[in-house]
């Protein structure tokens, strides 16, 4: 199985993210094929913490530009009352794996009843200082905002970064769901990976990184 990644200066596709290309920390991955696309499967680790659970893309860096790819969580087997099926891209991963820009969706909280969930449903962190819960806190409404997305249905993310701007278009919509003007990292570079938080089966599909001219 393979995720298709591709590079602006390219003039073919490139497969760089099959799962024996993949850096697994605090996850595990498995090829599937999931709604009818060949698919990664990043699967919950039950006997590690799932904090800083990444699939990193070995050999891809990433300063400014484009990243798309074919994403859907789900609720996992035995998953907590917390789970809300978290999948996204982080970005500019430094070799700690623990540093890194995150973007993401709760696809359990677009359709929720209560209001305030619904407006959880798409976030950005930035790994290890600026969590959801200190952002939260501290700025509350500013990087979280709501996107209809579906449990478990496939879901085209694309994210653009240039600098400290990193802007999150979900559903190849013209406008973004999400604006962050104040990348907490700053400008730098890094990897990609994929991501997927606790109680989630996440899957990914068709990775596409366009780097800027």
């Known amino acids: 199985m393979k995720l298709l990644l591709a590079a602006a200066l390219c003039a073919a596709a490139v497969d760089a993210a099959n799962v024996n290309q993949l850096e697994l920390h605090s996850i595990r991955a498995g090829s599937a094929r999931y709604r009818g696309k060949n698919a990664i499967h ?9 904090d800083d659970a990444l699939a990193i893309v070995e050999g891809l860096k990433f300063r400014d530009g484009v990243i798309e790819a074919d994403v ?14 978290f999948v996204g891209i982080a970005f500019r991963v430094q070799p700690d794996a623990r540093h890194y820009e995150l973007l993401s969706l709760r696809p359990a909280n677009a359709r929720a009843a209560d209001q305030l969930r619904r407006n959880h449903t798409a976030a950005y962190e930035g ?8 952002l939260r806190k501290e700025s509350n409404g500013v990087y979280e905002s709501y996107v209809d997305v579906e449990l478990g249905a496939w879901t085209h993310l694309k994210i653009v970064v240039n600098g400290v701007t990193a802007r999150m278009f979900v559903n190849r919509a013209t406008q973004p769901c999400l604006i962050v003007n ?9 990897a990609v990976a994929l991501w997927s938080g606790p109680g989630t089966d996440g899957f990914f599909a068709n990775l596409r990184v366009t780097p800027a001219k």
């Open 72 to 85: 859907a969580g789900d609720l996992a087997p035995g998953h907590s009352d917390s789970a809300r099926g």
């Open 182 to 190: 104040d990348l907490k990292l700053g400008a730098g570079e890094g």
């Open 127 to 134: 790994h290890p200082d600026f969590n959801f819960d200190r």
């Open 42 to 50: 990043l699967i919950p680790d039950p006997v590690r913490d799932n």
